[in-house]
């Protein structure tokens, strides 16, 4: 349940599959509880009574249309809410469809917006209460009922807006912070291929008497360390480590080092069944890099949510295609995978967009599952 309200009060980036799916879930919540509470004021209030100003099956079909107008609030809040509030003047079946409205205001607008808005709504209801001829509570009644409702929309609202721009602000830090790490890593390692560069011309340059096998062997290092540079260069999306001086330091880890990190984590007591089906040769060391860290982040969340529990580890591909990765690990009964920020899939997001793959992360069936693809070229 947690997960789910998480999920509702931010919502993914646009576009994504799990962005559309919780608007489709938000768009059915809204619709519903705003007949809920229309059908239960239509049944206490005066619109079933003698002297309403039209029939209650007419007072209906008008809030039905209103709650279906819900649907175009994300679009238009303001025009939608602002659309609504005379129709409540005649229709208390659409006041359900007004406070919703006024809520999505609240979330997307500034306060002073949806305070007028609000303001509005409540104004309505004495117009509601002039136009009946035998009105059975007086229209102070008719204020209170308005306002209370409408104040607790709002202030939710602002609160869940509130939320959101934190929330937001805190993934934006978390993804600058990664291509800030991503960038020092970079530095290392082109300094690295640089140093075996020079090391390897000093080397030809010193060595006048080699031989041709030497020179060739020599030349051929040099050209391999020269297109590693180029690929990590590419990669480069910030401003290299400031004030970096002294020796620079070893190549981040890759594909080779999976199995130390994963008896690591067997070490700590995590069941970690590891599979690796990537053929020789390997992709390049920026694909590698990457993929280490994608396990490493899954090994991290299955230890923090599933601690105890069996982890799948799987690794296959082949050039031409792309480098796969896939962690799984049960989910107890009652967790919220994620629910916690999952800042460090956002990391991981960067770090595959970088090298032009996708990842996706899932809970279902009690199962939480986190899967990248790594385009690697033939």
Request: charged content about 20%; overall charge positive.
């Amino acid at each position: 349940m947690s997960g789910l309200l998480f999920a509702l009060l931010v919502p993914e980036p646009p576009g994504s599959a799990g962005s559309r799916t919780r608007d489709r879930l938000a768009d059915g919540l809204a619709v519903g509880v705003a007949l809920a509470y229309g059908g239960l004021m239509l049944s206490i209030g005066d619109a079933t009574r003698p002297g309403a100003f039209v029939p209650w099956p007419v007072d209906v079909a008008i809030g039905v249309l209103a709650c279906l107008a819900l649907l175009a609030r994300r679009r238009w809040p303001v025009a939608v809410a602002a659309a609504l509030l005379p129709v409540t003047a005649v229709s208390v079946m659409a006041t359900g469809a007004a406070i919703v409205a006024l809520f999505t205001v609240a979330v997307r607008r500034r306060a002073r917006v949806a305070s007028l808005l609000g303001a509005g709504y409540v104004a309505a209801g004495p117009i509601y209460f002039l136009l009946h001829d035998r009105p059975e509570f007086p229209v102070w009644m008719d204020v209170v009922a308005r306002a209370g409702p409408v104040l607790a929309a709002i202030g939710w609202g602002l609160f869940v807006g509130a939320h959101r721009r934190l929330t937001g602000s805190r993934v934006d830090q978390a993804r600058l912070t990664e291509r800030a790490r991503i960038a020092r890593e970079m530095h290392d390692v082109l300094a690295h291929r640089m140093s075996l560069v020079s090391l390897h011309a000093g080397a030809l340059e010193v060595r006048t008497d080699a031989r041709p096998e030497e020179i060739s062997v020599a030349a051929a290092a040099i050209r391999g360390s020269v297109h590693d540079a180029l690929q990590e260069l590419r990669t480069v999306i910030g401003v290299l480590r400031e004030g970096a001086v002294g020796r620079p330091e070893p190549p981040q880890p890759g594909l080779a080092d999976l199995p130390e990190l994963v008896d690591g984590a067997r070490a700590t007591g995590m069941a970690v069944t590891y599979t690796y089906r990537v053929p020789s040769p390997e992709p390049a060391a920026v694909l590698g890099r990457t993929a280490y860290r994608v396990v490493q982040e899954g090994l991290t969340n299955a230890r923090k949510h599933s601690p105890g529990a069996a982890v799948d580890v799987l690794l296959d591909g082949a050039a031409g295609g792309d480098l796969r990765i896939r962690i799984t690990n049960p989910v107890p009964v009652g967790a919220a995978p994620g629910s916690g920020g999952g800042l460090g899939l956002v990391g991981i997001g960067e770090r595959v967009a970088l090298v032009g793959g996708r990842v996706e992360h899932r809970a279902a069936s009690h199962e939480f599952r986190l899967e990248a693809w790594l385009p690697w070229p033939g």
